[in-house]
């Protein structure tokens, strides 16, 4: 079974900076989207970016101008690249990859962002 493994949590000052990774443990076939969402406590999970196969992107509102989204050469690794964070942008960030092939989504197991001073 593939699993997704995310990296690059954890806890940073308003204003600073975290890149989020993730990538599978294995071979996934006609993966066509891969995404970052996010759930923070007692709301629902809500996408922050999301990348195509064709390289196109779309982000939330709340955090377009401060993240970024981005693959690796190969199409394997997803990266989130957080900017001016704020601590509104504090919770749990799953990884999301779609398979237009298999019919499935996989997710990661979650990695907390917590922006504090």
């Known amino acids: 079974q593939v699993q997704l493994v995310e990296s690059g949590g954890g806890l940073v000052q308003p204003g600073g900076s975290l890149r989020l990774s993730c990538a599978p443990s294995?071979?996934?076939?006609?993966?066509?989207?891969m995404g970052w969402y996010r759930q923070a406590p007692g709301k629902q999970r809500e996408l922050v970016a999301a990348i195509s196969s064709g390289a196109r992107t779309n982000y939330a509102d709340s955090v377009k101008g401060r993240f970024t989204i981005s693959t690796d050469n190969a199409w394997n690794t997803v990266y989130l690249q957080m900017n001016s964070l704020k601590a509104e942008d504090t919770a749990v960030y799953y990884c999301?990859?779609?398979?237009?092939?298999?019919?499935?989504?996989?997710w990661g197991q979650g990695t907390q962002v917590t922006v504090s001073s």
């Open positions: 294995g071979t996934i076939f006609g993966v066509n989207t």
């Open positions: 999301n990859v779609h398979s237009v092939v298999l019919s499935r989504d996989y």
